[in-house]
T-cell receptor, first 114, second 117 residues
Framework: DAKTTQPNSMESNEEEPVHLPCNHS???????IHWYRQLPSQGPEYVIH???SNVNNRMASLAIAEDRKSSTLILHRATLRDAAVYYC???????????????FGTGTRLTIIP | DTGVSQDPRHKITKRGQNVTFRCDPI?????LYWYRQTLGQGPEFLTY????????KSRLLSDRFSAERPKGSFSTLEIQRTEQGDSAMYLC???????????????FGPGTRLTVL
C-alpha cells in the first residue's frame, strides 16, 4: 500500500481555519485520497475523499496538489468539537478486490485552543 | 439510534480466558469490518464480510481469533486463550456496496475495549 505522512500533532485557535497536510509521494494513479477523523472515545468517521480535483462538503474541503503527491484537509472554522485525530488514507478503486479495507496510519492529533 | 452498535463496550478478562464481542451493523449494510486499535496507533484491519461470506482476513488474525456473520446481519468476534497483547479497542464498521467506485463510506461503532490481565 502507498504510504502517507502526516504531522503527529497540530494546534489551532477556535474559529480559525485549520490546514492539515498529508504527503503521499508514492500515490498511484488510481488511488483515492480519503480522510477520516476519530473524536475522543469514538470510532473513526468519514470526512471527505477525492481523486484529482479539490472537493468540498459540509464538514471540510480537500485540496489536492496538481502532482497528487500531497493534499490538505481544510477545516474552515474550527470549533472545539473538531478536536480529534485526523487520518489521511489512500485507497484504490472499490471495484478491485483488496481495496475494501482502510489502512490507517497514526494520523494528526488536532488540538483546538479556546 | 440507527448507527453501528457494539457489545460490550468494555471487557476485562484474565489471560487464557475466551471472550466474544458482538457487532450490529446499520441494518441495510451488507459489508461488515473488524479493526483493532492499540493506544496511540490508528486502527488496523482484521477482517471483513460481505453478507455472510468472510472475504478477507489480515495476517494479524491469528488462529486464536475467529469471526462470524452467520445470517449476514450481526457479527461476532471471538478470541480464544486471550493474551495480554490482545488488549486493545476492537472496532466494527459497516458499509453498503453500491454504484460508487471511489468510496463506500465505512460507519464505525464505538468499539469494545478489551483489557487482558
Amino acid at each position: 500500500d502507498a504510504k502517507t505522512t502526516q504531522p503527529n500533532s497540530m494546534e489551532s485557535n477556535e474559529e480559525e481555519p485549520v490546514h492539515l497536510p498529508c504527503n503521499h509521494s508514492t500515490i498511484s494513479g488510481t488511488d483515492y485520497i480519503h480522510w477520516y477523523r476519530q473524536l475522543p472515545s469514538q470510532g473513526p468517521e468519514y470526512v471527505i475523499h477525492g481523486l484529482t480535483s479539490n472537493v468540498n462538503n459540509r464538514m471540510a474541503s480537500l485540496a489536492i496538489a496538481e502532482d497528487r503527491k500531497s493534499s490538505t484537509l481544510i477545516l474552515h472554522r474550527a470549533t472545539l468539537r473538531d478536536a480529534a485525530v485526523y487520518y489521511c488514507i489512500l485507497r484504490g478503486s472499490i471495484s478491485n478486490f483488496g481495496n475494501e479495507k482502510l489502512t490507517f496510519g497514526t494520523g494528526t492529533r488536532l488540538t483546538i485552543i479556546p | 439510534d440507527t448507527g453501528v452498535s457494539q457489545d460490550p463496550r468494555h471487557k476485562i478478562t484474565k489471560r487464557g480466558q475466551n471472550v466474544t464481542f458482538r457487532c450490529d451493523p446499520i441494518s441495510e449494510h451488507n459489508r461488515l469490518y473488524w479493526y483493532r486499535q492499540t493506544l496511540g496507533q490508528g486502527p488496523e484491519f482484521l477482517t471483513y464480510f460481505q453478507n455472510e461470506a468472510q472475504l478477507e482476513k489480515s495476517r494479524l488474525l491469528s488462529d486464536r481469533f475467529s469471526a462470524e456473520r452467520p445470517k449476514g446481519s450481526f457479527s461476532t468476534l471471538e478470541i480464544q486463550r486471550t493474551e495480554q497483547g490482545d488488549s486493545a479497542m476492537y472496532l466494527c464498521a459497516s458499509s453498503l456496496s453500491g454504484a460508487s467506485l471511489s468510496n463506500n463510506e465505512q460507519f464505525f461503532g464505538p468499539g469494545t475495549r478489551l483489557t487482558v490481565l
